[in-house]
């Protein structure tokens, strides 16, 4: 099975950017379909984005839209999420998520499509 990290995280102002990364070892990243999630403080965990194990198709909610993107390089075993024009509503620990690919993939956006998740980093963006 796989094993996922993320890192990135940190304290960001409003309009700012980030770039989360999700290492992966134990099986390689061109294994799985990919996703990012977030839980905000008091809120249930939600989807940020998706992507394909070969990287060719990628989808995002209208919350993030135009302002996250998604990617995932798997020769270096590592998955990203660029944030721009970050805002406090962003504010959130993120998680990175991998289901066992299926054909040419799928894009998944139900946390119950995942079967292995990252532990989380840390985003807060500041007003």
């Known amino acids: 099975q796989v094993q996922l990290v993320e890192s990135g995280g940190g304290l960001v102002q409003a309009g700012g950017s980030l770039r989360l990364s999700c290492a992966a070892s134990g099986r390689t990243l061109s294994s799985y379909d990919m996703g990012w999630f977030r839980r905000a403080p008091g809120k249930e965990r939600e989807f940020v984005a998706a992507?394909?194990?070969?990287?060719?198709?990628?989808y995002y909610p209208d919350s993030v839209k135009g302002r996250f993107t998604i990617s995932r390089d798997n020769a270096k075993n590592t998955l990203y999420l660029e944030m721009n024009s970050l805002k406090p509503e962003d504010t959130a620990v993120y998680y990175c998520?991998?289901?066992?690919?299926w054909g040419t993939g799928l894009i998944r956006t139900m946390q119950s499509e995942y079967d292995y998740w990252g532990r989380g980093t840390q985003v807060t963006v500041s007003s």
């Open positions: 992507i394909t194990w070969t990287g060719a198709v990628t």
């Open positions: 998520a991998a289901k066992t690919r």
